[in-house]
């Protein structure tokens, strides 16, 4: 099981489960929410259940993570890429099936944005938007037009001519010809920009407007390789480390209390130690996956990271 693909329904499990515990302290057993010995396990929950409510809050009405499962909009969305849709764009839809409240604006031509599948509920898909209620779409030799205006799509990738493409399809290829058809009122044509390898409204029809969640914002992480993640981890711990060693070393007025110094002495011991297996663990790691897989990964997370998504 992909945890990415079910992260959804786990967050609202666990926050499903807090609120249980929640209730059962608060309600069954006041006793033992009033005991001091328990005041650290009550705070413990209490934080939790208050930080889940707020994540999943945020995450239903401002931005949610989303992952990129597919090539279908190369090269300006690849797979592994982890972005943040911006919910507000367009308003909201309860449970995606009533008309749309407290709308900032429409979906735009160009717009790249995530929805629900039309023909699977269960499954969000992200596309560009290429026709708005109203609009003519049609292709012509692999060419969008709109409203009979050929439209200059700097963004789009093909992997076939269109010669190739109807050798491959036959003379109906949809890669290659489509339409016109004209967009229906309160619906969206999407495509998306790896058009060779796009399952979208040429196959499956318009996306009603209660289907839209929001509007792809930015990237934010990509996919790296285990090995690289570990290195990347441990340089992360190691950097904790030292700055948590340097703030007891350099610290401006040292405690006289001895056993808050011998405290303080074995927790630098505790960060240089964890600090040094960090290191190893990294250079091992390094030296399996190899400096070319270490560089290409970097490289890829380079471009890709805090990108703008256009």
Request: proline share 6%; net charge neutral.
């Amino acid at each position: 099981m992909d945890i990415m693909d079910h992260l959804n329904g786990i967050l609202w499990g666990l926050f499903g489960a807090l609120t249980l515990v929640e209730i059962f302290i608060r309600f069954g057993l006041p006793a033992f929410r009033k005991d001091p010995k328990n005041a650290g396990w009550v705070e413990t929950f209490d934080s939790l259940w208050v930080a889940m409510a707020v994540a999943l809050s945020l995450k239903a009405v401002l931005v949610q993570p989303f992952t990129i499962p597919s090539g279908s909009m190369e090269d300006t969305l690849l797979i592994n890429d982890y972005i943040l849709v911006n919910k507000y764009a367009y308003g909201y839809s309860f449970l995606n099936k009533t008309p749309r409240f407290l709308e900032f604006g429409k979906p735009k031509r160009r717009d790249v944005v995530v929805f629900v599948y039309p023909v699977d509920p269960s499954k969000d898909f992200i596309k560009r938007c290429i026709g708005i209620p109203g609009d003519v779409i049609e292709l012509r030799n692999a060419d969008v037009y709109v409203n009979g205006e050929k439209q200059v799509e700097p963004y789009v990738k093909h992997l076939y001519t269109p010669l190739m493409a109807l050798a491959v399809d036959g003379p109906d290829s949809l890669k290659v010809n489509f339409g016109p058809v004209t967009v229906q009122p309160d619906h969206y044509f999407m495509m998306g920009d790896n058009r060779d390898n796009s399952l979208d409204s040429r196959y499956w029809g318009q996306v009603p407007a209660e289907n839209i969640k929001g509007r792809a914002w930015v990237i934010y992480w990509h996919s790296v390789s285990m090995g690289v993640f570990v290195i990347l981890g441990s340089l992360l711990v190691i950097l904790y480390c030292l700055f948590g060693w340097a703030g007891i070393r350099f610290q401006k007025t040292p405690p006289s209390d001895p056993a808050l110094l011998k405290e303080q002495a074995q927790a630098s011991k505790n960060y240089l130690y964890t600090s040094g297996f960090c290191l190893l663990l990294a250079i091992f790691m390094f030296a399996h996956i190899g400096a070319g897989e270490f560089k290409d990964n970097m490289k890829t997370l380079k471009s890709r990271m805090f990108t703008v998504i256009k």
